[in-house]
């Protein structure tokens, strides 16, 4: 039975990817807030995307070896319908939590930069809004329309990098390394779990109109958001210096930097429209995936139904779940996500592996 | 009991089935009769003895044994062909009638019109004299000739009024089916353009055809077109808007899912990229499907005047697509809730305009626009003599003197205007109706939310676009999905030597347009010096 009938090509795919890594640089970006001294920031951005290649590929592989599935498919398949269930709900909530961060995090953006006066609720019930209407036209619509998208938010990110030409000094990057290479961990840690959303790709991967394109199109994906995220950390640091780590939103501020001539200024309100866009995208394909996978678990036999109640369980979570945009970035620092991301993915991954392992050694006897 | 049965299942047959059968297939499913007098009867009953129905008598042969009835409607038919073609061949006739029968010697010999059809059926005379036949009966023979002898009058071909151009063909399509194909056959001479003919419509018989280049054109979206045009049993189609409603993707959608359009330069064009025109009898608006985003910001002169003016034009029809649907909410988000994106002297200058206006800005918004669309129906509606009359009290009573008794601000009286020629440049007007009609939620959206309400709006219409197809294209085609080969004709226009394939997402049958290396290039070798050069 298929629940989604819409195929999806891989540079859509890429589209997706790129899209979602986009929202959390652009808005909050917990590479840099709070990191002390923020010099290495980039270094970090580095390593961990060295680090999120094999994850990439474990991803990539686990849904070639068991092809036309769905990871919460494959995992009632590999590891018994009550195991793989459990591990699919992991897959789930951690998709939920995901939702509520993405939610909570533009809209305590939008409130603090563009709309003080407005209470956060507001944004964060349109944004559901338009984006489950987005998740239920499926996912061909809207990763169609990501892929256009692609376009705009990438030169945008491109306006952003040029533009402040004026008050970038490469040398505010130094000194490098100053606590030793050892002190990059912590930071790497923090900064990957910004790929381990990927996990969603377990669930896109089988709609893909032409498999053998998942590996390259997602790797290009991967490498093109981690260019993207190393050279913000780059510019933030030679446009601000050391004072870095103290802004709430560092690509934002970098915005704010623009003006060409004394006219062309405040181009910042543009980038609430390629917010919005980005993060439309990357809720719907969320909430897209949420519902798949949910009427996966239940065996349902469509999903489209589930998409609002999802995005309505998330509003109330979202409000509830921070106080403050403070609380949301020392959370998305390393206080916590970081680590619960990582243990989210091994408890997930971990565990169909070794099934997959298993099987294969008993074919093989 | 199977008596009651039979009658249910009549009653759910016609429910089912619509009208047709009950319409057509009661009284007038019947032979034609021998006698002369009770065909007589038949056909002028069922005309409900009409004034414009001719029934004529004559006699056939030298004896005069032979009595003739031709029926025809006038003013359907051509009155000279009538006399040349059949009266005057039937009287002339002092030969002897042969000894076979006389609706052979007529068929054979006697008229002179072009098409002349044996029927049986009274259903096809009473056809064929509504369509602007002649039929010719005989007495005490059960058959009839059809005469082809139609000529209505009609308009003449003229130049189209809503799509103008600078350059490029003048002619547009007339109200009469026929024309407008010849129009098309003369454009493409290839007997590979085909047009398949179908009656739409129980009681109107309208006339449908749909056009195509056989080995072009995807026949998938062929036989598409056919199931949707087949399956409509509606008792008449008026206009091709009317068919539109029938058979397009999305019925519920604002935007427009077929192009409708009057150049038949434009269909021949859009026919020889693969894809299919349907033309109706009785409307000189072809509908061109499957339908292409962009396709409604192409005007056809893009492609004869040079590709840079082209592109250019393109680009600048992409900039007022935007004006016309977002300035308006724009002002209003900016003016309401974004003071600090303006330069500091503007804001004042607008501030100091507006200190009079008792309204907010999206009063004032709503107010114009709505004022200017009443203008605007208005001109379309008035009869010529008084347009001057609307135009003067349009710039005076809301131009000036609404600004001056500060009703409205002179910057939105300028916004409005802005966004009113913009919305003029759309070249296909179906689209620029439903772009004035997005305006308002737009407008009410800013006024609510500001800019984020504005982009709410533009995602909600861009997911509603992308989820668009028109006979299973996808609506947006070359920019989502993206295919790059086909960005040669959106936003700009390529010179047409570059333009190699045709747009891939139609499915054409024939990719490849033209060669390669079309380029004009300066003749290779340089050419001999001459003495004194």
Known sequence: MQLEKGRISGRQMMALIILGRIVSIMITFPLITGLSPVQDAWLAGLVSLAVAIPFLLWIIKLAEWFPDKTIIEYAIEALGPFFGRIIGAAVLSYLIWDIVVATRSIGDSLTVAIMPDTPILVFIIVLLAIAANAARCGLEVFSRMGENSLFVVLAFVLLIWVLPYEKTDFLRLKPVLSQGPLWLIRPSISSFSFYTELIVLGLIVPYLNKRDEALKYSLLGLLISGVILVVFAILVVAVFGPTANGLTMPPYSLTRMITIARFFERVEAISMGVWLLSSGINLATLLWATAIGLAQIFNLKGYRFLVYPIAALAVPLSVVAFESIVELERFLEYDMWGYLSIIMVLVILLPLTAAWLFRRLRSDA | ?533
């Open chain 2, 1 to 533: 009991m199977s008596k009651i049965l039979d009658i249910l299942k009549n009653m759910l047959k016609i429910g089912r089935r619509g009208l047709k059968e009950e319409m057509e297939q009661g009284a007038w499913n019947a032979p034609l009769s021998n006698s002369l007098e009770t065909n007589e009867d038949t056909i002028s009953n069922a005309f409900g003895h009409s004034g414009d129905l001719v029934l004529r008598r004559l006699r056939l042969g030298s004896a005069h044994k032979h009595e003739i009835l031709l029926v025809y409607i006038d003013g359907l038919v051509d009155n000279n062909l009538i006399s040349t073609a059949v009266i005057k061949g039937i009287l002339s006739s002092s030969k002897r009638v042969s000894l076979g029968s006389p609706i052979d010697f007529l068929q054979e010999q006697m008229i002179l019109a072009g098409s002349v059809k044996r029927v049986s059926d009274l259903m096809e005379v009473l056809g064929g004299i509504s369509t602007g036949h002649c039929v010719v009966l005989v007495e005490d023979y059960c058959e009839a000739l059809v005469c082809g002898v139609q000529g209505a009058e009609h308009r003449g071909i003229q130049e189209p009024t809503t799509e103008v151009v600078v350059r490029g063909p003048k002619e547009g399509f007339t109200e009469v089916l026929r024309i407008n194909t010849a129009m098309l056959r003369r454009k493409i001479g290839s007997p590979r353009l085909w047009f398949e003919e179908r009656e739409v419509g129980t009681i109107s018989k309208t006339k449908v055809s749909i056009a195509y280049i056989k080995g072009v054109a995807s026949q998938s979206i062929v036989e598409e077109v056919r199931r949707r045009i087949e399956r409509i049993t509606t008792d008449t189609i008026n206009e091709s808007g009317q068919l539109e409603e029938y058979i397009e993707d999305a019925p519920l959608s604002p935007f427009p899912t077929l192009i409708r359009t009057e150049r038949p330069d434009r269909v021949a064009g859009e026919l020889m990229e693969g894809r299919v025109a349907i033309l109706t009898n009785g409307t000189p608006f072809a509908l061109i499907l499957p339908a292409t985003f962009s396709m409604y910001l192409t005007a056809s002169e893009d492609y004869y005047e040079r590709y840079t003016v082209g592109s250019a034009l393109r680009f600048l029809r992409l900039i007022t697509f935007f004006l016309s649907l977002t300035f308006p909410s724009i002002y209003v988000a900016i003016t309401t809730f974004h003071q600090e994106m303006l330069p500091t002297s503007l804001v004042l200058a607008i501030a100091a305009q507006r200190e009079g206006v008792p309204f907010p800005a999206v009063v004032e918004a709503l107010l114009m626009e709505v004022a200017f669309e009443i203008l605007r129906e208005a001109g379309v509606r008035l009869p010529m003599v008084i347009g001057p009359a609307i135009s003067i009290v349009g710039v005076l009573i809301l131009g000036q003197a609404a600004v001056e008794a500060s009703l409205v601000s002179s910057a939105m009286i300028i916004v409005v205007a802005v966004t009113a020629i913009a919305s003029f440049t759309t070249p296909i007007y179906s689209l620029g109706i439903s772009v004035r009609l997005l305006r308002f939620p737009l407008i009410i959206l800013a006024s609510t939310l500001g800019l984020f309400g504005v982009f709410v709006g533009l995602f909600m219409l861009l997911i509603h676009l992308c989820s668009l197809r028109s006979f299973g294209v996808p609506y947006l085609e070359p920019l989502a999905p993206v295919v790059f080969s086909d960005f040669k004709d959106v936003m700009i226009r390529a010179p047409w030597w570059a333009m190699d394939t045709r747009p891939g997402l139609i499915w054409t049958e024939r990719p490849t347009l033209q060669e390669k290396q079309l380029k004009p290039r300066p003749p290779k070798a340089p050419r001999k010096r001459r003495k004194g050069e």
